[in-house]
């Protein structure tokens, strides 16, 4: 990905800076460039069938399914966003489920297991690409911890994973690539408007109430 090789030549290889990391960088720990907010816990009589959807690492892989919960009450404001939202799953199987996903699918509600990560620099392009960056070190630290087929990402381990960069430097990269964070999450929705016709279309398409027999292709 194009822009996933500009973070690495960047803030790993240096190259726009000659090769070697500019002498104004600090480390920071991951945690410090983000705030991370856990999802909500839910008990059985805050479940519904109307309502908000409760995100889990299902809905995250899948989308809104006949299998996803809603929820019928109030909760903490903090628990609640919408499109662009950057979802980062911390527990799970390390392999399959610990990953950072941008969210396309309207108003919801996150379950517990999963941060919504804003930027400390008003820089959600960078965020999104420094966890993706790291995906291969959560899935080590969470194999690690691997009970039963599960593993997590704490934030004891977002806060001892450090990372260098200065807040100048992480803004010129925003303005780069923020045209392909936005193109992105673009392909993301036209992706689900796709899938979305197609369910549409091919049941009827199977019984018959769409005739496309004379459709010239």
Not at 72 to 97: M, Q, R
Not at 102 to 129: C, D, E, M
């Amino acid at each position: 990905m194009q822009a996933q090789a500009l973070f690495k030549s960047w803030f790993v290889d240096f190259e726009p800076f000659g090769g070697a990391m500019p002498d104004d960088w600090t480390e920071k720990s991951v945690y410090d460039l983000a705030e991370y907010i856990d999802g909500a816990a839910f008990k059985k009589n805050e479940y519904s069938t109307d309502g908000l959807p409760i995100i889990k690492i299902a809905e995250l892989k899948n989308g809104i399914t006949d299998s996803t919960q809603y929820c019928c009450v109030e909760k903490d404001e903090k628990y609640y966003f919408d499109n662009k939202a950057i979802l980062f799953s911390w527990s799970g199987n390390p392999e399959t489920s610990i990953d950072t996903f941008l969210w396309y699918r309207g108003k919801a509600i996150l379950n517990q297991h999963t941060f919504r990560v804003v930027s400390k620099y008003n820089a959600p392009a960078f965020t999104y690409f420094l966890l993706k960056f790291l995906k291969p070190e959560f899935t080590h630290i969470a194999s690690n911890k691997q009970t039963t087929g599960l593993g997590h990402v704490t934030v004891a381990d977002l806060k001892r994973l450090q990372f260098s960069c200065n807040a100048e430097v992480i803004n010129e990269f925003e303005e780069v690539v923020k045209p392909i964070f936005d193109m992105i999450y673009n392909t993301f929705i036209e992706s689900n408007q796709l899938a979305e016709l197609r369910d549409t279309l091919l049941p009827k398409l199977m019984n018959g109430e769409i005739n496309v027999s004379e459709v010239k292709i």
